[in-house]
């Protein structure tokens, strides 16, 4: 199973902007779709953004869509979500994730996961 850590979270005032890297174990990390979901208190986990191993498949949610970016480093088995214009709204812990057979935005077809990284956006 691959181990996943991120890192990155923090505090930021509205509008401001955070990256979050989530660097992987596993070797094979390259051939993995990899995710990134978050879960606010009190809700449940949602979906924010996928890459597959290409790069060929590359989601966003709605409510990130252009203001969020993901991206990948497969020479350093690291992916990254660079966090721009955040809202009180995008306050979560934010979790890593991969699948070795799905580019999916549903949380369950994940293999492995992170501990979460807390991002705070005050207003």
């Known amino acids: 199973q691959v181990q996943l850590v991120e890192s990155g979270g923090g505090l930021v005032q509205a509008g401001g902007s955070l990256r979050l890297s989530c660097a992987a174990s596993?070797?094979?990390?390259?051939?993995?779709?990899m995710g990134w979901f978050r879960q606010a208190p009190g809700k449940e986990r949602e979906f924010v953004a996928l890459?597959?191993?290409?790069?060929?498949?590359?989601y966003y949610a709605e409510a990130v869509k252009g203001r969020f970016t993901i991206s990948r480093d497969n020479a350093k088995n690291t992916v990254y979500l660079q966090m721009n214009s955040l809202k009180p709204e995008d306050t979560a812990v934010y979790y890593c994730?991969?699948?070795?057979?799905?580019?999916?935005?549903?949380?369950?077809?994940?293999?492995?996961w992170g501990q979460g990284t807390q991002v705070t956006v005050s207003s």
């Open positions: 596993e070797r094979t990390f390259s051939s993995y779709t």
């Open positions: 994730a991969s699948s070795k057979l799905f580019a999916s935005t549903r949380a369950h077809q994940y293999d492995s």
């Open positions: 890459r597959s191993w290409s790069g060929a498949s590359t």
